[in-house]
Nanobody, 129 residues
Framework: QVQLVESGGGLVQAGGSLRLSCEAS????????MGWFRQAPGKDREFVAH????????YYSDSVKGRFAISRDNAKNTVFLQMNNLKPEDTSIYYC??????????????????????WGQGTQVTVSS
């Protein structure tokens, strides 16, 4: 069973930066497509970014493109989300997700939460104005 544990959330002022981490255990991490989603109160869970097993293919939502960067370290079973120039509208619970589709997985530009089978517990990010 794959387990995902996020860390790095917190309170930051608008314009600031945070780096989220997600450590995976219990599965073949290096073959997984990994993603980040977020969910604000009263809203649906939405896609933020994802990347394939090597990190060579990445997609971002339009709302974070140019400000956020997703990366991974397969040796440490960890995926990261570097968030720069944060805005109050980025305030959400951020969830790490994994899909065990293998090395030939083809990424969608805008995946649905249902495309992912494993989820972390989430980490709160709050951006004050």
């Amino acid at each position: 069973q794959v387990q995902l544990v996020e860390s790095g959330g917190g309170l930051v002022q608008a314009g600031g930066s945070l780096r989220l981490s997600c450590e995976a255990s219990g599965g073949a991490f290096s073959s997984y497509t990994m993603g980040w989603f977020r969910q604000a109160p009263g809203k649906d869970r939405e896609f933020v970014a994802h990347l394939n097993w090597s990190g060579g293919s990445t997609y971002y939502s339009d709302s974070v493109k140019g400000r956020f960067a997703i990366s991974r370290d397969n040796a440490k079973n960890t995926v990261f989300l570097q968030m720069n120039n944060l805005k109050p509208e980025d305030t959400s619970i951020y969830y790490c997700a994994a899909r065990s589709a293998g090395f030939r997985d083809v990424l969608r530009p805008n995946p649905r939460p249902s495309d992912y089978g494993y989820w972390g517990q989430g980490t709160q990010v709050t951006v004050s104005s």
